[in-house]
């Protein structure tokens, strides 16, 4: 049973829009989440975190928004760049030193 | 900010032998670390927890004599995948906690399988 979903297993934007990408969650208990980055035959690259006590962080180009309520949380890029292909792994965690568990991932395609 | 890295980058072995993947955080004590499997199209499979000093904890599924875990010191984890089958052809990565911060990925290993 998958704790973290993320639908879409990919998605093309064009460069310069808004990209943005979504997942789900089911288990309440889940207290921190974070968006990892990863491209090919590398290890994933943390991005961005947002604890549940907020419902919006902001780093640069980079917002993610969580929706408690519905256990949905999504990762807003803007504007896109041809550097943010890659594949996006939402992950989800009970605390921040806690194990992380990861959705499948969402691969990004920047066209020009 | 954190560094973790991981030795060999790339390995490939015959069916039977036994690997060794290393992980070592650069700049930080890590009393936690943590082995994931990344299969082709899917998630990242969190493995194990390794904790320095004490026994790792495995995820279910994992077979603990097979993908044998040592934490020996607070900057090194070890996995070993023994008696090893190209179905444990893999990319494995690990992760260690900074306490002040969120986890840090090593670069993981690709490990093939023949």
């Known amino acids: 049973d998958q704790q973290v979903k993320q639908n879409s297993p990919s998605l093309s934007v064009q460069e310069g829009r808004i990209s943005i990408l979504n997942c789900d969650y089911t288990?309440?208990?889940?207290?921190?989440f974070l968006w990892y980055k990863k491209y090919p035959a590398e290890g994933p690259t943390f991005l961005i975190s947002i604890s549940s006590i907020k419902d919006k962080n902001e780093d640069g180009r980079f917002t993610v928004f969580l929706n408690k309520s519905a256990k949905h949380l999504s990762l807003h890029i803007v504007p896109s760049q041809p550097g943010d292909s890659a594949v996006y792994f939402c992950?989800?965690?009970?605390?921040?030193?806690?194990?992380?568990?990861f959705g499948k991932g969402t691969r990004l395609h920047i066209l020009p | 900010g954190a560094v973790v890295s991981q030795h060999p980058s790339r390995v490939i072995c015959k069916s039977g032998t036994s690997v060794k993947i290393e992980c070592r955080s650069l700049?930080?004590?890590?009393?936690?670390m943590f082995w994931y499997r990344q299969f082709p199209k899917q998630s990242l499979m969190l493995m194990a927890t390794s904790n320095e000093g004490s026994k790792a904890t495995y995820e279910q599924g994992v077979e603990k004599d097979k993908f044998l875990i040592n934490h020996a010191s607070l900057t090194l984890s070890t996995l070993t995948v023994t008696s090893a089958h190209p179905e444990d052809s893999s990319f494995y990565i690990c992760?260690?906690?900074?306490?002040?911060?969120?986890?840090?990925f090593g670069p993981g290993t690709r490990l093939t399988v023949l």
């Open positions: 992950a989800a965690s009970p605390n921040r030193d806690d194990k992380i568990i």
């Open positions: 992760s260690a906690n900074q306490r002040t911060d969120t986890q840090y």
């Open positions: 288990n309440s208990m889940f207290d921190y």
């Open positions: 700049d930080f004590q890590a009393t936690t």
